[in-house]
């Protein structure tokens, strides 16, 4: 006999999969079925109607995930409308009653299996940049950032708002210099490495970062020695923090700081020639671009961003 595990994988890829509707189904399931006696009946897990597997809903799921320490929602409805949910809920329980005749069953163990899955569906998803005509490019630019903060949170040791930063000013840069510019991935930073800044464009090396660092500054003034022209483009918050230290060591007025906001929001707005139709064709761009990088820099695909025009 398999393992617990390895039976619920083998279950998962036949039935499951990164759904959220049967992410759901299967996290109930498990939570209901540690309140029952087994062998588990079947018809106690069904409405009184006979039509829907029963208590699924969002604030369901919620609350498992929540007892994990995760606050996102995976669905609001919980899959309770998912076509093929009576079958995948038959298809469990016997799972469920055959592990339990093995002795192989530990429910809490099953539920934390689930818990990583939907972990692993939420990885897996990418960012949206909604072109929200009632509000500013920069406000929506801001938003997107903002998913990769969320997300940075969520999964510790990844970077992803630097990442989503990086190769969102490469994809700007690659309209400018027609596709030639180098891209590198977001882990090869050039801050201790050989490289003059993120990118090198003319005379100028740009340097991308959420957080500059006296790490950096020390680079920019590398970059004055070798007569070079730095520039570093970072948050709102990281604006201050650049000037202070540039300020510190006497650089401040031979290098430029600008906000990634105002950065991305400009060029939209110029190439666009102030048109509104136009300002969605070079946001388009400006994504497709990105998602090309993302492609051939970067191992991580959720890192991908959908445009919603």
Known sequence: MLSQRAVLAAFDDDYIGLSKGSLSLALILTRNAA?????????????????QVAGLGGGAVKKILKDHGIERILS????????????????????????????????DAAEKYWVERAQAYFDALPFTFKLDPS???????????AQAVERQREVSGTMYAGAVMQHLVGAKLDVITEGSLLHHGFSVADAPSNRSGDFLIGDVAIHVTTAPGEALIRKCQDNLSSGLRPLIV????????????????????????????????TNVYEWSTFERDARQTAVRDIIDRYNKIIAECES???LRIEFDG
Request: glycine share 10%; proline share 2%.
């Open 35 to 51: 309140s029952k006696q087994f062998p588990l009946d079947k018809n106690s897990f069904v409405t009184t109607k006979g039509g």
């Open 76 to 107: 609001s409805e919980g899959g309770r409308t998912s076509r093929g949910n009576m079958e995948r809920m038959n298809a469990y329980i016997d799972v469920l009653n055959d592990l339990h005749s093995h002795n192989l069953l530990d429910l």
């Open 135 to 145: 509000r500013s490019l920069r406000a929506c630019v801001r938003d997107l950032l």
């Open 234 to 265: 970072t948050t709102e918050d990281g604006v201050g923090g650049a000037k202070a230290l540039a300020k510190q060591v006497g650089v401040d007025d031979r290098l430029d700081i600008i906000e990634i906001e105002q950065f991305l929001a």
């Open 300 to 302: 991580d695909p959720s």
